[in-house]
Nanobody, 126 residues
Framework: VQLQASGGGLVQAGGSLRLSCAVS????????IAWFRQAPGKEREGVSS????????VYNNSVKGRFTISRDNAKNTFYLQMNALKSEDTAVYYC????????????????????WGQGTKVTVST
């Protein structure tokens, strides 16, 4: 399976962006999915994730109420809607999948996921 992330760009603080991650070579419904981000000089951190099957979601506390993760199995694509963006959201965003179904405490751990997209850069200006 391969992932192709898109949708990043430059946006003013308070604005919105929607990131997309297109899945090829596999059926999205068979995977748990996640978004991560990595700011310059910082470790990669989990942003949000959806399990397969029960579709339970989890969010990093820093994005709760502002970001929404979703999946469209018919289009084999998943998304991250980002609203009320802040300068601290500036990072390269990565999408990732796993064929497993992680327990809640592992959903935002990078080591949980086997397949990664190439990253899309989000820059929030003040």
């Amino acid at each position: 399976v391969q992932l192709q992330a898109s949708g990043g760009g430059l946006v003013q603080a308070g604005g919105s962006l929607r990131l997309s991650c297109a899945v090829s070579g596999g059926t999205l419904d068979h995977y748990a999915i996640a978004w991560f981000r990595q700011a310059p000089g910082k470790e990669r951190e989990g942003v949000s994730s959806i399990r397969k099957g029960d579709r339970k979601t989890v969010y990093n506390n820093s994005v709760k109420g502002r970001f929404t993760i979703s999946r469209d199995n018919a289009k084999n694509t998943f998304y991250l809607q980002m609203n009320a963006l802040k300068s601290e959201d500036t990072a390269v965003y990565y999408c990732a999948t796993t064929s497993g179904n992680p327990i809640f405490s592992n959903m935002l751990r990078p080591t949980t996921y086997e397949v990664w997209g190439q990253g899309t850069k989000v820059t929030v200006s003040t």
